[in-house]
């Protein structure tokens, strides 16, 4: 499966991402509303001086509830662009993404629309071109569009060389909650998360995705946020910190909490595990009402892997119905 690309209507920073990408000329210059976002979340402007097509891209330090990177691309020289320049823009964005593990998200504006003069049709067909190139599977670019017009035509059915809104499906996002208790047990959830990433769900794990430096309560936030399903984790030592709102799983437990109470009763984006031989000592006081599976020192890793899978890829458990008999009434 290939890189997917679609598009939306909004602010490029009105949902989490793992890349943000702003607009810029070669003069360093960027348009008012760029200028505005960089004063808010104290982003240094861009370099003078940078060659059209490329792009530069730092953390996003002090805002990772919204993106991990901001990148900016130089999209326009003299008040110009061209489809060559943008492509360019959007092969390096699939190299960054393949070269960085936990770039899975990126998004967009329509880069040399405005000031370029570029029609948003172009933009959208040569940015996608050139992301697609080198892109890793179950990457997803989305191209942000600020007016419902241009929104609306762009992802018509059958306009030549654009996206349906109908993306290919990708691959399951799954965060992974849990304690580190001790060496043995972090090593065995990231064996967990490794054999779920072989499976093709994308598992989303600290050991993996937590850069240095970046603050660890705003990237729970932003992973929650993105997953659609999130695994659980729960042993002796998670139950007391949980309980106690102690550290990294006090936090975590606030934050599902919340998450859990926009939750629809009968959702099913949290999964339990618990991983303690003694049931009742392995479950915190909030997830008591869940459905958790037991995963005992004596089970069967092979077997519950199994079961693990069959619930995240929603598989049908009970049995086909049969067709109705004939009755026979004397």
């Known amino acids: 499966m290939s890189a997917i690309v679609r598009l939306k209507l909004g602010d490029l920073f009105d949902g989490p991402s793992d890349l943000i990408v702003l607009p810029c000329s070669t003069g360093g210059t960027v348009t008012r509303a760029v200028a505005d976002r960089l004063l808010q979340y104290v982003i240094p402007r861009p370099r003078k001086g940078l060659d059209l097509g490329s792009v530069e891209i730092i953390p996003f330090k002090g805002a990772e509830n919204i993106s991990q990177y901001v990148a900016f691309a130089v999209s326009v020289r003299?008040?110009?662009?061209?489809?060559?320049?943008?492509?360019?823009?959007?092969?390096?964005?699939?190299?960054?993404?393949?070269?960085?593990?936990?770039?899975?998200?990126?998004?967009?504006?329509?880069?040399?629309?405005?000031?370029?003069?570029?029609?948003?049709?172009?933009?959208?067909?040569?940015?996608?071109?050139?992301?697609?190139?080198?892109?890793?599977?179950?990457?997803?670019?989305?191209?942000?569009?600020?007016?419902?017009?241009?929104?609306?035509?762009?992802?018509?059915?059958?306009?030549?060389?654009?996206f349906s809104r109908k993306a290919p499906k990708k691959n399951l996002r799954v965060f992974i909650s849990y304690s580190g208790t001790?060496?043995?047990?972090?090593?065995?959830?990231?064996?967990?998360?490794?054999?779920?990433?072989?499976?093709?769900?994308?598992?989303?794990?600290?050991?993996?995705?937590?850069?240095?430096?970046?603050?660890?309560?705003?990237?729970?936030?932003?992973?929650?946020?993105?997953?659609?399903?999130?695994?659980?984790?729960?042993?002796?030592?998670?139950?007391?910190?949980?309980?106690?709102?102690?550290?990294?799983?006090?936090?975590?437990?606030?934050?599902?909490?919340?998450?859990?109470?926009?939750?629809?009763?009968?959702s099913r984006k949290f999964i339990v595990i618990v991983r303690e031989d003694d049931f009742s000592c392995g479950v915190p006081q909030f997830l008591k009402t869940k459905f958790c599976i037991h995963w005992t020192s004596n089970s069967s890793e092979a077997s519950l892997r199994n079961d693990l899978l069959k619930e995240l890829y929603d598989v049908e458990l009970a049995p086909p119905i049969g067709k109705s008999p004939i009755l026979y009434f004397s």
Do not use: C
């Open 78 to 162: 003299h008040m110009e662009s061209n489809e060559t320049a943008i492509e360019k823009i959007g092969e390096i964005l699939g190299d960054f993404a393949s070269e960085n593990s936990s770039v899975k998200a990126i998004s967009a504006p329509l880069l040399g629309a405005g000031a370029g003069g570029l029609k948003s049709e172009r933009v959208v067909h040569a940015l996608s071109q050139g992301f697609r190139k080198n892109a890793p599977e179950n990457t997803e670019l989305t191209i942000h569009i600020l007016h419902r017009s241009v929104f609306d035509r762009l992802s018509a059915e059958g306009t030549p060389g654009i």
């Open 182 to 266: 001790n060496e043995n047990h972090k090593k065995w959830v990231a064996d967990l998360g490794t054999f779920l990433r072989a499976n093709g769900i994308n598992a989303r794990l600290d050991q993996w995705h937590l850069r240095k430096g970046m603050d660890l309560p705003q990237w729970m936030t932003n992973e929650l946020d993105m997953a659609e399903r999130v695994i659980i984790i729960t042993d002796k030592r998670y139950a007391d910190r949980a309980n106690r709102r102690s550290g990294g799983v006090g936090w975590e437990t606030m934050l599902i909490q919340g998450d859990m109470y926009e939750e629809k009763p009968d």
